[in-house]
């Protein structure tokens, strides 16, 4: 299984590709509080992300699988509420758990790197990465804007409400910074050069965006009329495409990540029917860096403390 600190590439849609991440000031704000609250409660490291009408891509490492999990939890969970509640949708928010891709190699983490920046470009919504009204992180990485969002208690102005407190619109929040972690290859170089790097990456994909519209004679659809469509409405054709086992190069690569994830969920399955017979060597079964059953946990404990 991938080391500790491997970079994935986390993927997350709303449900039926609704437009329920709508990009507008208030959403932005909300959505970068999250994520900074988020990042200062776990180890998880952020590398580069872009939240778009339907989904949100992320490139994240983190110390161990549990500790992606339980980052991912939070954020999901938290957008879906504070943009649920911006846009009064109740139902279900995200279509299906979120997918975490690892990357297995250079050449595959500068392609991610370029399919994430391009978000709105290659759609031919806007003519470049920076013009995308929702959050993204290109000024951040190109010129070293900070990235500021505000994080609300609700469980602060939930009760101030019942106790008919007055308080004022935010009296219970907190601004946070959401910080990147330079990728690996880059952190060595100096702030300016990182910054560099980035604007010829960005650069490029504005030639062939341009290059692109021109040749397909179309304009972008432009900021303001991204910005006017409806939160619960959804494209015509939402997208559907199989997620790979991982980001590879060589085939051999591909195929031996293949083989290992196999292994693991198959010692995984035997240590769980252990479980559920209420053996307690199952605790000691269950393969490194997985999410362990709280069951297997107690029963590990017992068996330690009888020991």
């Known amino acids: 299984m ?49 939240v778009v009408s339907n989904h949100m891509h992320l490139l994240v490492s983190a110390p161990k699988t549990q500790s992606l999990a339980e980052f991912m939890c939070y954020l999901d969970s938290n957008i879906a509420k504070e943009a649920g509640r911006l846009h009064g949708w109740k ?28 978000h709105g470009c290659k759609e031919g919504l806007v003519l470049r990465p920076c013009d995308w009204p929702g959050v993204n992180c290109v000024a951040a990485l190109t010129q070293g804007h900070k990235l500021i969002g505000r994080w609300y208690d609700r469980t602060l102005e939930y009760e101030a409400k019942t106790h008919n407190r007055p308080y ?87 195929e031996c990540f293949r083989e290992a994830y196999a292994l693991f969920v198959e010692v995984y399955r035997q240590a769980h029917e252990l479980l559920k017979k209420g053996d307690p060597r199952s605790f000691s079964l269950f393969p490194a860096d997985c999410y362990i059953p709280p069951l297997a946990l107690r029963l590990g404990s017992a068996c330690f403390s009888s020991a």
């Open 2 to 50: 991938p080391e500790p600190y491997s970079i994935f590439e986390v993927t997350i849609r709303t449900i039926q590709g609704r437009f329920l991440l709508l990009p507008s000031e208030k959403l932005n704000e909300l959505v970068l509080g999250v994520f900074g609250r988020a990042l200062t409660l776990s180890q998880v490291r952020l590398h580069l992300f872009v």
């Open 168 to 254: 004022k619109a935010q009296q219970f929040s907190t601004t946070y910074e959401v910080p990147l972690t330079p990728l690996p290859g880059i952190e060595s170089l100096g702030r300016k050069e990182q910054q560099a790097w980035w604007r010829k990456i960005v650069s490029d994909l504005e030639t062939e965006t341009r290059e692109r519209l021109e040749q397909e004679q179309r304009r972008a659809m432009g900021r303001a009329a991204i910005m006017a469509q409806d939160p619960h409405g959804r494209p015509d054709q939402p997208k559907h495409s199989p997620r790979p086992w991982c980001h590879a190069i060589e085939k051999a690569s591909y």
């Open 91 to 118: 139902q279900k928010f995200w279509g299906r758990r979120y997918s975490a891709i690892p990357i297995l190699d250079d050449e595959s983490l500068i392609s991610r790197v370029r399919y994430i920046l391009s």
